[in-house]
């Protein structure tokens, strides 16, 4: 049996994995230069994107792994402490870098086209990053947590994320107040993720 903490990471992960395909296809794309408002919902989309990694994920997603699946895999799983301590690096860094890659979207879109290069070159290495990130997650501790956490620790983990509410998690009650946010992605974003133009 699966227990609910991680059939809601690993949905959330899945969410977050569809949005970072979808953010590298945009990239590729790059602005519909021939439509009127192309340009201006490019940089809308793709901002929209970067914010909601920096508002779910970064701020609901990771805390609650560092918090609380971290430390009872460390105490029961030492051997997979290195790996925790990677992951952990990289939570640290998460939000600087989702912010950073804002700053450089916004540079490109206020002060031009001399700043594609560093926003189209950051986000691929953003994307790679956290996609290796979730993979090492999932293949690296979880099968572990499945084996050494007890009962106890699972009713925590569970009763924690069943209260996460991702916006883009059909599976989970959504939070109105992303609602919002979630269309605007889901009605500009290329599939995966959302029913945009490709």
Known sequence: MTHLALRVIRDEHASLSAMLHSLIQMVRMGPDMNSQNGSER?????RAMLFYIDVFPEKQHHPKESNLLFPRLARLAPQVMPTIQQLERDHMTGEMRVRELMHLLMAWEYL?????PAFENEATRYASFYLEHMWLEETALFPVAEQVLTEDD???LDEAFSHNRDPLNPRMPRDPRFDRLFTRIVLRTPPPLGVGAT
Do not use: A, I, K
């Open 42 to 46: 490019y940089f809308d989309s793709v």
């Open 112 to 116: 031009g086209e001399l700043h594609r």
């Open 154 to 156: 699972w009713r925590t």
